[in-house]
């Protein structure tokens, strides 16, 4: 990947290495334009994400680190915010970045991505929350508050696949990223996962390929040594159906690179 915007660091209290690190990772293998997204504050589930207090560190951290590195790469800057109807807050949605990450990560407060909270999955119809997941993803591509949709289908994490058609279950919320003129984002931590594949599937990127929604791509790294690791897997993944650019923002304004 030439380009790679869904990156962690320690404040997100579920991170390790530091901000060199990553980035000395990045340029070894190649990338040229290096995002930082850590998961954005907020007054809900604080024990995975940075307080409000350590915004202006990190954001002027990740500025330090564009001049630093200015002549070896382009770093930007982002948060991971998640799509949480009453806890979003303004000092993140209007704050002085290059990009926003869109994440779905609870269906009604539940963390279905989060360990702790499998043993939920017994309680549930999975054809139910697979669609409650996507309503949600259309909802926050309705909000038209961010640039890019991260993890698309990340509710298939630990593998509890639904049997209805994952098409039929997607088709609204593509629609919606369509109609908001975001990015989706090839997210290439479903490697690391139970379900051993990037995010979204094949089969959904087929699905905004001919829709025409941009792509683009993320180690989505918690840590330095998980930056670019899946590199040669995004790339042909996104080749086989059939892209050949890919986005980056800067300062909420979308750019194209060729890969």
Not at 23 to 52: C, E, L, T, W
Not at 171 to 181: C, P, Q, T
């Amino acid at each position: 990947m030439i380009v790679d915007l869904h990156n962690h660091t320690p404040l997100c209290n579920h991170a390790e290495g530091t901000i060199d690190e990553y980035i000395n990772i990045a340029i070894a293998k190649g990338i040229q334009v290096f995002g930082f997204s850590d998961h954005a504050p907020m007054d809900f589930d604080p024990k995975y994400r940075m307080s409000f207090n350590n915004m202006k560190k990190y954001e002027q951290d990740i500025q330090n680190a564009k001049k630093k590195y200015a002549d070896k790469l382009t770093i930007l800057l982002g948060y991971e915010v998640d799509y949480l109807e009453g806890h979003m807050d303004e000092r993140v949605l209007h704050a002085d970045v290059d990009y926003l990450i869109g994440s779905v990560h609870f269906i009604d407060k539940w963390g279905f991505d989060n360990p702790e909270f499998i043993g939920q999955y017994k309680n549930e119809d999975i054809n139910v929350i697979w669609q409650k997941y996507f309503d949600t993803v259309q909802a926050m591509a309705d909000s038209q508050l961010f640039d890019v949709v991260g993890h698309l289908d990340l509710i298939k994490v630990f593998k509890f696949m639904p049997s209805k058609d994952i098409k039929e279950i997607a088709k609204n919320a593509l629609m919606a990223i369509k109609n908001a003129n975001m990015s989706i984002e090839i997210n290439a931590a479903g490697y690391r996962k139970p379900i051993a594949e990037a995010y979204p599937s094949k089969e959904l990127l087929q699905e905004a390929f001919k829709l025409d929604i941009p792509i683009t791509f993320s180690s989505d790294a918690h840590k330095p040594e998980q930056v670019g690791m899946f590199n040669k897997k995004v790339t042909d993944i996104a080749k086989d159906v059939g892209y050949t650019k890919c986005t980056y923002f800067v300062k909420r304004e979308r750019k194209f690179l060729q890969f």
